[in-house]
């Protein structure tokens, strides 16, 4: 089973969180933290272990997402990610959004975690549009 951390700055992932189960009911596999300017990034490196340590449970893999590449989050999850000594094996990907976090539940009972990232990105990358005037007149009729 692949359990999901989001790691953002600022109350971005607990609100994603909140939002995401607004729409699917509750979401057990998913954890949250977050980078706040009170805790400063001493407090998040701590927060994040031991978030790790809770999603690490009973977990065959922990998928982080995180709000973008390169962030503190981002690099505070990618040191357990690249630790061989790091268990269960960690994956992270930059730029969660809404359609992603939902999207978990298509993963979840997956055993690699490598291979959960990879198929979290291919369902959400369809989700990612521009929108476009619809010039053609709709009909009523289902």
Sequence with gaps: MIHVIVASHGPLATAMRESAEMVYGALPHVFTVTLTSEKGIEG????????????????????????????????????????????????????????????????????????????LLALTQPTLVVAEANTRVQSDDF
């Design 44 to 119: 998040f490196k701590q927060d994040f272990a031991q978030v790790l340590d809770t999603a690490s449970r009973g977990a065959d893999g922990v998928l982080v997402l995180c709000d973008m590449q390169s962030g503190t989050p981002w690099n505070v999850a990618c040191q357990y990610a690249f630790s061989p000594e790091v268990a269960p094996p960690v994956n992270v990907i930059g730029g969660v959004n809404l359609p992603m976090l939902l999207q978990t539940d298509e993963v979840l009972n997956l055993r690699d975690v490598n291979a959960a990232a990879a198929q």
